[in-house]
């Protein structure tokens, strides 16, 4: 009997795991143990934790914990995980702190009941059909209780060869009144975990999925200019008096392509009454990268206040990670005033650096050309792009054009942490700005446009051209 009862358990756990292989979700995870180590390494490791948890905000900091570990303990897979951390994240309000997880080990499966869609196809809810700006693909939003889960979108039709009707496109959990976190999986299968801004309906079309008979209000606006396709960075003449410079990313790689692109046409630009320099969605960098741009706007002294660096021992190990990462970028004199930097720190639980002093720098020269450049922003322009955009206000030459930034720097200089089980990176700053200590911080505020510009209008770059 005890043998017929071993056979017959072990067929079950057979079967059990084969259906999980098939549907993608049965992962065995422990959310309260996750939750555990992120919130360990965050409290120990983060520069601005101190500062975001203070006396006055311990008790909405238990209070949001008390919260997370309730989602943790419901949690019942990968997915469940990453929406219980990316939750937890939140508290802090830090742009610069993020997940970057892997694409699933299998995707996900449901058997739609046609019925069930045929009752909520039509009704004003939030489930129904949907379908993409591109219409690759058309979905079923379905209420899908499972974990932390609320709502999931299972595919109906898929014109991508590697997306299929019934598997998981994606999965939306409920954090408040009408307050949800989604994970999208790309076509790639490769996914990213989203706070949706507004209602669900709005939260899902700003991710580009529309309920089904209903037509986009705006449509993803068209590049400038054909070159916006081929490279980050270009330069060409708008007219016989202005120069325009687009710039899509300060990152150290690009930093080369920066220099070259200025230096070929260096005399076309110092013969121009006026320059615009388009930063739109430049998500920042290194300072090598913008520091091509200094002499073109520079006209007096510049201040700038300095940044101090925590070091632990795991934030060292990450900063090492990432100098190695970027070293064939970074000039030897910076490399080893780096590592000074992270050996001060090395067997000290927490320590401070200062990591920039405050600082005045001044060149030997003002170019007579352009005498007025324009910097255009948005939303998209944060971190690294927001401390240039604060030195370049203090020229004289220098208007901002456009609408507000992001609002990313108090806290910067991002680093990364890998965890296990399941897999994921942690993002999370490593800098604290001192322009926190005089009441000038900018973190979900933003720098504002002395020129605002609806970018969303075709029309932006010839308005702009009329005011400057």
């Known amino acids: 009997m005890n043998y017929i009862r071993k056979y017959f358990t072990i067929i079950l756990v057979f079967i059990n795991c084969l259906f999980c292989g098939v549907s993608g979700i049965c992962q065995p995870v422990n959310g309260v143990s996750v939750l555990d180590s992120v919130k360990t390494y965050m409290e120990k490791n983060y520069v601005g934790f101190t500062d975001k948890v203070s006396i006055r905000s311990l008790k909405s900091y238990w209070e949001y914990n008390r919260q997370a570990y309730a989602y943790a303990k419901l949690a019942r897979s990968k997915a469940d995980c990453y929406f219980v951390i990316d939750y937890w994240l939140d508290f802090f309000k830090d742009n610069h702190i993020y997940l970057r997880i892997p694409p699933p080990d299998t995707v996900e499966t449901i058997k739609l009941d046609k019925k069930y869609l045929r009752q909520v196809a039509d009704k004003n809810v939030v489930e129904g059909i949907y379908y993409n700006i591109d219409s690759v693909y058309k979905v079923a939003v379905i209420k899908s209780k499972k974990g932390v889960r609320s709502y999931v979108g299972v595919i109906l039709e898929s014109r991508a060869p590697n997306w299929k009707p019934g598997q998981v496109k994606f999965e939306l959990m409920e954090t408040g009144q009408d307050q949800f976190k989604g994970i999208w999986y790309l076509r790639n299968h490769s996914a990213y975990i989203s706070t949706m801004p507004d209602s669900l309906q709005k939260g899902l079309s700003s991710e580009g999925w529309f309920k089904n008979g209903i037509v986009p209000t705006s449509t993803p606006s068209k590049p400038l200019f054909e070159e916006e396709q081929q490279a980050n960075t270009f330069y060409r003449k708008l007219n016989d008096s202005t120069g325009y410079l687009r710039i899509k990313t300060f990152d150290l790689f690009e930093a080369k392509h920066i220099d070259s692109v200025i230096r070929t046409n260096l005399e076309s630009i110092q013969t121009m009454p006026k320059l615009v320099i388009d930063l739109r969605n430049n998500g920042g960098g290194g300072d090598r990268s913008m520091s091509f741009l200094q002499p073109i706007i520079y006209t007096n002294p510049v201040k700038s206040i300095g940044v101090d660096l925590l070091l632990t021992r795991e934030n060292i190990i990450a900063w090492e990670k990432a100098i190695y990462k970027y070293r064939t970028e ?139």
């Open 330 to 468: 970074i000039p030897k004199k910076e490399y080893d005033h780096l590592m000074q930097l992270l050996n001060q720190g090395r067997g000290k639980e927490r320590f401070f650096v200062n990591f920039s002093p405050d600082n005045t720098d001044t060149l030997p020269a003002v170019w007579p050309m352009p005498a007025k450049v324009a910097i255009v922003i948005n939303k998209g322009c944060g971190s690294a792009t927001e401390e240039f955009l604060l030195l370049a206000k203090q020229s004289k030459k220098v208007v901002l054009a456009g609408e507000f930034s992001k609002g990313v720097l108090d806290y910067s200089n991002v680093v990364e942490k890998d965890f296990y089980d399941p897999d994921f990176e942690l993002h999370y700053s490593t800098t604290r700005s001192r322009r926190i200590d005089v009441g000038l911080g900018i973190d979900n505020v933003g720098i504002q446009p002395d020129i605002p510009l609806d970018l969303s209008n075709i029309t932006w770059l010839n308005e702009l051209l009329i005011k400057l």
